[in-house]
C-alpha cells in the first residue's frame, strides 16, 4: 500500500505548505518516489513550487496541462459525467523524485456538493461516491506511477472538503506554531475529528466504487515550528507555548484519538527515531530570510545553494549554517515519517 499522508492544522500561518514541499523533497532526496498534493484551493504549494507569482501563470498552465491538476481530475465525479476517474497527470519538479498533483481554486466549488453527499447519501444514492473521490483520485494516481508516497497539503479549515481528505489518508500530521491560538486549536481537533471519523463511517462499505479505507487514518504527531531559536534551542518564551501544546496534545487529543483507533502507538514513535518525545515529531525554528530565497529560487530551505542564498561574508556564513540545520531537521524528520508509515 502506498501511504497518503496529510498535514493539516485549522489554524493558519502553522508552515503546513512549506513543510509540505520541504518534507516532500527531503523524502525524494532519500530515494523514495513523492507526490506532493496541493489540495488547498488557495493553490500556495503549486505556486511555490512551479514559481507562479500571478493568474496568468495558473491559467497558462490550466491550459497547456489539462488533466493535471486536482479540479479537473474529479470532474468526472463532481459533474456527473457517469465516467469512473483516471489517474491524474502528475507535474514534475527540479528533484527527479518529487512531483505535483496542482491545485485549482475551483475545488472550493466541490466543497458544497462533498457536503451534501456526506449527510444526505442515504437518500440520494448517486451521492454515495462523491466523498471517497478525493483520495481514490491519489491513490490510483500514486499507483499509476509507482509512487512511494502521497503527502498532501490542506487547508485551515473543518469543511467537508478536508474531513474526505483526512479521513481517506493513512496517516496524519498536524504542523503547529508556538501560541495561545494553536493550543486551541489542538483541543478543537480532539473534538473535530472523532466527528469526521463517525461521518465517514457509511462510507468505508466496499460495495461503493470509491469506498474510504476500512481503519481511520494515524496520528504520527505534530511538528514545533516558526519559534525564535537561541543557543540551538527554542527561546525560553516560545518553549513555554511549545511545552503546553505538547501537554495538550498527550492529555486531550491522543486519548480522544486512541478511543477512535487514529494514532501511532508509542513503541511506533519511538522507534521512528523521533527528536522529542511523544508526540512532538521535532522542533524546526523559525525559516526567517531563508524562506524569502526559497521561494524566490522555488527550492527547500535545505537545499538553497551559497550562490542561491544572495548574501556574503558573515551573513552568509550565519545562513549557511542555518541551512545546513535544516536539512539535518528535514531529513531526520523524513526518516522518521518513513519508519512510521513503512515506506
Given at each position: 500500500m502506498i501511504p497518503l499522508i496529510s498535514l493539516f492544522n485549522h489554524k493558519g500561518g502553522v508552515s503546513k505548505t512549506t513543510t509540505a514541499f520541504n518534507l516532500g523533497w527531503a523524502m525524494a532526496d532519500r530515494g523514495k518516489r513523492v507526490l506532493i498534493v496541493d489540495a488547498d484551493p488557495q493553490c500556495n504549494l503549486t505556486g511555490t513550487v512551479l514559481g507562479f507569482d500571478?493568474?496568468?501563470?495558473?491559467?497558462?498552465f490550466y491550459k497547456n496541462s489539462p488533466g493535471a491538476n486536482i479540479s479537473d481530475c474529479l470532474a468526472p465525479v463532481f459533474q456527473g459525467m457517469g465516467a469512473q476517474l483516471t489517474p491524474a497527470t502528475i507535474t514534475k519538479t527540479p528533484n527527479p523524485n518529487l512531483f505535483l498533483l496542482a491545485g485549482n481554486i475551483d475545488l472550493s466549488e466541490n466543497e458544497t456538493q462533498i457536503s451534501?453527499?456526506?449527510?444526505t447519501s442515504a437518500a440520494i444514492p448517486a451521492l454515495q461516491n462523491i466523498p471517497g473521490?478525493?483520495?481514490?483520485?491519489?491513490?490510483?494516481?500514486?499507483a499509476a506511477n509507482?509512487?512511494?508516497?502521497?503527502?498532501?497539503?490542506?487547508?485551515?479549515?473543518?469543511?467537508?472538503?478536508?474531513q474526505c481528505l483526512l479521513m481517506g489518508s493513512d496517516y496524519f500530521i498536524v504542523p503547529t506554531s508556538p501560541d495561545y491560538y494553536c493550543n486551541q486549536a489542538i483541543s478543537s481537533l480532539a473534538r473535530v475529528l472523532p466527528r469526521w471519523n463517525i461521518g465517514v463511517s457509511l462510507f468505508r462499505s466496499p460495495t461503493l466504487l470509491y469506498p474510504f479505507p476500512v481503519a481511520p487514518p494515524k496520528f504520527c504527531g505534530i511538528i514545533s515550528q516558526r519559534y525564535r531559536p537561541r543557543s540551538g534551542n527554542p527561546a525560553q518564551s516560545f518553549q513555554q507555548w511549545i511545552d503546553v501544546i505538547k501537554q495538550t496534545v498527550l492529555t486531550e487529543l491522543v486519548p480522544v484519538l486512541t478511543s477512535n483507533n487514529m494514532v501511532v502507538s508509542v513503541p511506533v514513535f519511538n522507534a521512528s527515531k523521533p527528536s522529542d518525545s511523544?508526540?512532538?515529531l521535532i522542533n524546526i525554528a523559525d525559516f526567517n530570510s531563508l524562506i524569502a530565497q526559497s521561494q524566490k529560487?522555488?527550492?527547500?530551505?535545505?537545499?538553497?545553494s551559497d550562490a542561491q542564498i544572495e548574501q556574503v561574508g558573515i551573513i552568509l556564513k550565519t545562513m549557511k549554517e542555518s541551512r545546513d540545520t535544516f536539512?539535518?531537521?528535514?531529513?531526520?524528520l523524513a526518516n522518521?515519517?518513513?519508519?512510521?508509515?513503512?515506506?
Open positions: 500571478g493568474v496568468n501563470d495558473f491559467s497558462d451534501v453527499a456526506l449527510s473521490s478525493v483520495c481514490a483520485l491519489l491513490r490510483m494516481t500514486a509507482k509512487l512511494d508516497a502521497v503527502i498532501v497539503d490542506m487547508s485551515p479549515s473543518v469543511g467537508a472538503l478536508n511523544p508526540y512532538n529560487h522555488n527550492t527547500p530551505v535545505f537545499a538553497l536539512k539535518k531537521c528535514f531529513d531526520s522518521s515519517i518513513e519508519s512510521i508509515a513503512g515506506i
